[in-house]
C-alpha cells in the first residue's frame, strides 16, 4: 500500500495501517495500555472526546510503535487536521495592536489561577486568625476554593486530620495519566505520568487534585489506600483530599 493510496484523515489513517497488519484494537489497547474507547475515538477522528492534544499525540505514537510503522506521517496528518504547525516551523506570533489577547485562553487560564489563589489565600489567613470560624464567603463571580466539586464516580470517605501532623500523599501511575497537584502553600506541579511512575507530595492540610486519567493512578493518603477514582479516560477536576469530615460525625 502506498502512501497515495491511504486516507487523509488520521483516523483512516490508522486504520488502514493496522488492517494492513492485521492487527486489532483489542490487541493495540493492551500493548499500549490506551483504552479501546479512546483508540476507537482516535480511528474516527473524534478528537473532542480525548484528552489534551499531548496525550492525542502519545496515543498516536504508541499505536504505530506497536504496529512497527513511524509515527512521522500520522503525526503530520494530525497537525494538518487541527491546525497545528510543526514546532520548527511554527511562524513567530504576530504583532499584537489592539487587546485582541482578552479571549486568549492562555489569559483566561492565567486569570483564574490568579483568583483561585487569591480566594485561597484568603481563606489560609482566616483559618490562621480564627480557627473556630466558618471558611469567609467569596463574592459572586470567584470559584469558591473551599469546596470544589468532585466527580460523582468518586466516593471516598472523610478523613480527619490530627494535631499538625503534614499530610503525605502518594501516586503510582499504571496507565498513561496526566496529573495536576496543588498543595496548600498554593505551588502546583503537573506531570505526565508514564506507567509505572511513582510521584509523592506533602502538605499542611490538603491536596487539590486534577486527574485526566481517573483510572490510571492508584493513590495512598497517609499510608492508606483510597478507592479508585473512576474508570479509565474519566476526568477528575478539583479533587480535595482528605475531604472534610462531615458535620456531626
Same mark, same amino acid.
Request: proline share 7%; no cysteine.
Given at each position: 500500500m502506498t502512501e497515495q493510496d491511504l486516507p487523509q484523515s488520521v483516523g483512516g489513517y +490508522? $486504520? %488502514? +495501517?493496522?488492517e494492513a497488519k492485521q492487527g486489532s484494537l483489542e490487541e493495540i489497547a493492551r500493548a499500549t495500555r490506551v483504552g479501546?474507547? &479512546?483508540l476507537e475515538a482516535l480511528e474516527s477522528? $473524534?478528537?473532542s472526546e480525548l484528552p489534551a492534544p499531548v496525550f492525542v499525540k502519545g496515543f498516536i505514537r504508541a499505536y504505530c510503535h506497536h504496529l512497527g510503522e513511524p509515527a512521522d506521517e500520522a503525526l503530520r496528518r494530525y497537525r =494538518? /487536521? #487541527?491546525a497545528e504547525p510543526p514546532a520548527a516551523d511554527r511562524p513567530p506570533p504576530p504583532r499584537? #495592536?489592539?487587546p485582541t489577547w482578552i479571549g486568549s485562553q492562555v489569559f483566561i487560564s492565567c486569570a483564574l489561577l490568579v483568583v483561585f489563589g487569591a480566594g485561597l489565600l484568603a481563606v489560609n489567613v482566616a483559618f490562621k486568625r480564627e480557627p473556630k470560624a466558618g471558611p469567609p464567603q467569596v463574592s459572586a463571580g470567584r470559584i469558591e476554593p473551599s469546596s470544589p #466539586?468532585? =466527580?460523582p464516580l468518586v466516593s471516598i470517605p472523610p478523613v480527619a486530620s490530627e494535631g499538625p501532623a503534614p499530610q503525605r500523599l502518594l501516586v503510582k501511575a499504571i496507565e498513561p495519566t496526566w496529573i495536576r497537584v496543588q498543595t496548600d502553600d498554593l505551588r502546583a &506541579? &503537573?506531570? +505526565?505520568l508514564a506507567p509505572g511512575t511513582t510521584r509523592e507530595w506533602t502538605a499542611e492540610r490538603r491536596f487539590l487534585l486534577t486527574v485526566g486519567n481517573a483510572g490510571g493512578i492508584e493513590i495512598e493518603l497517609n499510608g492508606r489506600p483510597m478507592p479508585r477514582l473512576g474508570e479509565s479516560g474519566a476526568v477528575i477536576r478539583q479533587l480535595e /483530599?482528605? &475531604? %472534610?469530615a462531615a458535620a456531626g460525625s
Open positions: +490508522l $486504520r %488502514a +495501517l493496522k479501546v474507547y &479512546q477522528d $473524534r478528537f =494538518s /487536521l #487541527t499584537r #495592536t489592539g #466539586t468532585p =466527580s &506541579q &503537573q506531570e +505526565l /483530599l482528605p &475531604q %472534610a
